[in-house]
C-alpha cells in the first residue's frame, strides 16, 4: 500500500477560518481547477491559505480523517460538496446545494 495521499485545509487570508477540507497527492492542496462555485467565491473575496493536516497515508486513512476533519470544524462551516450519500457521514441539504450551485450575481470573479 501507498502512502502518497494527504489531507488538506484552506482558511481565509483575511480570517483564517477554515472553509474547506480535502484529500489529495501531488500539488492537489494548492490547485483552484475543479472547485465548486462557493470554494471560487470566497477565494475571489479573501484569497487562501493551506495547510497539510496529515501527510504520508494511504488513500483508505485520508478519506477517514478528510471525514473526521470535516465533522470537527462541522460541515456548516465548509463549503465541501459532495453528492454522494453518506460521504463523511454527511450529505448536504438542498438548502446548501442551491447555495454553491446559484451563481452570484454582480460577483467581480476576475
Not at 11 to 25: A, D, H, P, V
Not at 62 to 69: I, S
Not at 71 to 95: F, I, R, S
Request: aromatic share 12%.
Amino acid at each position: 500500500m501507498e502512502n502518497k495521499f494527504y489531507v488538506y485545509s484552506h482558511c481565509k487570508k483575511t480570517t483564517g477560518e477554515c472553509f474547506y477540507i480535502g484529500k489529495g497527492t501531488g500539488n492537489r492542496y494548492k490547485s483552484i481547477s475543479g472547485r465548486n462555485n462557493y470554494w471560487k467565491n470566497i477565494v475571489n473575496k479573501h484569497g487562501f491559505e493551506t495547510l497539510i493536516l496529515v501527510n504520508n497515508i494511504s488513500e483508505e486513512k485520508a478519506f477517514k480523517l478528510e471525514a473526521d476533519f470535516c465533522k470537527q470544524v462541522g460541515y456548516n462551516n465548509l463549503c465541501n460538496l459532495h453528492e454522494e450519500d453518506g460521504w463523511g457521514g454527511h450529505t448536504p441539504t438542498n438548502e446548501t446545494k442551491e447555495k454553491m450551485y446559484t451563481p452570484q450575481r454582480n460577483k467581480n470573479i476576475s
